[in-house]
């Protein structure tokens, strides 16, 4: 878990963004606040970074995508990133890389750098389905009802294991079964019902009552819940751990409260 935190500037937690490292081939998904920093502190450069997963497009999970591509480009990666992500995602990628940098890219181009290694590779994802089938492992998607703006969950399979990231919003009534039999699941928790229900943005966002159904029905071995939005409004740092107990008081597997930095080993 790179980042933890969600839109505001919480001193205590990054951007959403995490990693899976799977025998050192690094997938990244999303690319919020500090995502880089908060890779380097794990000893991973930018350049190390083989594909990048976007789950929307809104400002929090994305604003490090620059960052990460140019330094990933000036500490001379090996191959072009990958990135994929919802409808949209070629045209942000195209007009945040290039038109604002051109000073910059002209200048470093003078001194000898190779302009091919620069621009990501894009693929938008427009279907539910499996897209990605690689050697060591297979990405599929799926849609969650998220403000109204393409929004995508995305399940890995490596070997016997199976893991779930979700960006934001509602999943619908087939998710339980997209995340069936998983091993991790990584998912938003933006407040209490009380408190989601008091916020304009608030049903675009799920709680705990709503992730515990779906961590039983899916038989979800352990839950993380990130992007605590209600952390960074009330500044209450034990909010986590009350919205932990109560998906656990209807959940027997394991949930835990992200932190940046957390890691978990699954082989
Ligand atoms: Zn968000």
């Not at 330094?71 to 990666?77: F, N």
């Not at 929004?151 to 890995?156: N, P, V």
């Not at 839950?223 to 034990?238: A, C, N, P, S, Y």
Request: net charge negative; charged share 20%.
């Amino acid at each position: 878990m790179l980042g933890s935190g969600a839109v505001r500037d919480n001193p205590h937690r990054g951007g959403p963004s995490q990693i899976l490292n799977i025998d050192n081939e690094i997938l990244m998904f999303d690319c919020g606040r500090s995502a880089s920093t908060n890779l380097a502190r794990t000893g991973i450069g930018c350049e190390a970074v083989d594909r990048l997963f976007l789950t929307h497009l809104h400002f929090d999970h994305i604003v490090d995508v620059p960052y990460l591509v140019f330094v990933g480009w000036i500490k001379k990666r090996k191959n072009r990133l990958q990135i994929y992500g919802p409808n949209g995602t070629k045209d942000f990628v195209t007009k945040i890389i290039r038109p604002p940098f051109q000073q910059d890219i002209e200048s470093r181009l003078k001194h000898g750098k190779d302009i091919t290694l620069l621009d990501p590779v894009v693929y938008e994802v427009h279907q539910a389905s499996q897209f990605l089938l690689a050697n060591r492992y297979q990405i599929s998607s799926t849609f969650i009802d998220h403000a109204g703006i393409p929004t995508l969950a995305y399940r890995i399979n490596v070997g016997n294991k199976r893991i779930v990231i979700t960006g934001d919003g509602i999943p619908d009534e087939k998710f339980p079964e997209f995340c069936h039999g998983a091993d991790l699941l990584s998912i938003e928790c933006s407040g209490t019902s009380e408190f989601l229900d008091q916020q304009a943005w608030g049903s675009w966002h799920i709680g705990p009552a709503d992730i515990a159904q779906i961590a039983s029905e899916a038989g979800i071995k352990i839950v993380i819940i990130k992007h605590l939005v209600i952390e960074d409004i009330t500044g209450d740092r034990t909010i986590g751990n009350s919205m932990a107990k109560q998906i656990q008081s209807h959940y027997s597997g394991e949930v835990i409260v992200a932190e940046d930095g957390l890691t978990i080993n699954l082989s």
